[in-house]
């Protein structure tokens, strides 16, 4: 069964410090896998977005990383601040189907403190 | 980046009521989707449309139907709305070749 597995569920920092929010996946094939970042109430705002042959990418104090040999990904947040507080989405998308369908993770909710 | 707008941002309304959640672009793009999300869970694709005329079910059953007459614009259509189609609902469009997801503020809909 293709599933998206995001840990942890939730996540309390202190601003300016750094965190690593985690993603393991069984979609196969495979084809992409996103970072979302979705604030309260709104709609997702993408992050990064990473295939097959790349293991890293950079969206300011955002990193993300894919080991596609064992299907994970990280998300890094570097100095945090108090607007990073959101929700934090992985996507991974397959190549199996006309569609490209997109498997969703249940998000991290991360909350930044003063 | 593209622009994306839902009308209503949140709607109260009673059990039996029809509504219709608007969705439109303006940068012509051909794929667009919808979908739902309840508190703290994933989203999860009702439907999506590839273009003018096009449009189909996504893995979720919803008892919502949409219509693709325009290419800007993407409304989903509840025609008794009830309790449990309480919910967000997200619309997004496709974009380049990896159809990266490009989101809507969405519309929070509260069924009494």
């Known amino acids: 069964k293709n599933q998206v597995e995001q840990s942890p569920q939730s996540l309390i920092i202190l601003e300016g410090k750094n965190c690593t929010l985690q993603?393991?996946?069984?979609?196969?094939?495979?084809?992409?896998l996103r970072w979302y970042k979705q604030d309260t109430g709104r709609g997702p705002v993408s992050l990064t977005i990473?295939?097959?042959?790349?293991n890293t990418k950079s969206n300011g104090r955002y990193t993300a990383t894919l080991d596609a040999d064992t299907k994970q990904s990280s998300l890094h947040i570097t100095a945090s601040q108090l607007s990073d507080s959101a929700s934090y989405i992985c996507?991974?998308?397959?190549?199996?189907?006309?569609?490209?369908?997109?498997?969703f993770g249940r998000g991290t909710q991360l909350t930044v403190w003063p | 980046e593209a622009d994306i707008y839902q009308t209503p941002r949140y709607l109260v309304i009673g059990t039996g009521k029809k509504i219709t959640l608007e969705c439109s672009q303006t940068?012509?793009?051909?794929?667009m989707y919808w979908y739902q999300q309840d508190p703290g869970m994933e989203l999860h694709l009702i439907h999506y449309?590839?273009?003018?005329?096009?449009?189909e079910k996504g893995d979720l059953s919803s008892e919502s139907t949409v219509s693709r007459i325009r290419t800007e614009h993407f409304p989903l259509t509840l025609e008794s709305a009830r309790p449990s189609h309480t919910s967000q609902y997200l619309c997004?469009?496709?974009?380049?070749?990896?159809?990266?997801?490009?989101f809507g503020p969405g519309t929070r809909l509260t069924v009494l």
């Open positions: 993603c393991n996946y069984t979609v196969s094939p495979f084809s992409n």
């Open positions: 990473m295939t097959f042959s790349e």
């Open positions: 940068m012509g793009h051909d794929k």
């Open positions: 449309s590839y273009g003018v005329n096009s449009t």
């Open positions: 996507v991974v998308s397959d190549r199996g189907s006309t569609l490209g369908r997109l498997y």
């Open positions: 997004a469009l496709g974009q380049g070749e990896t159809d990266t997801q490009y």
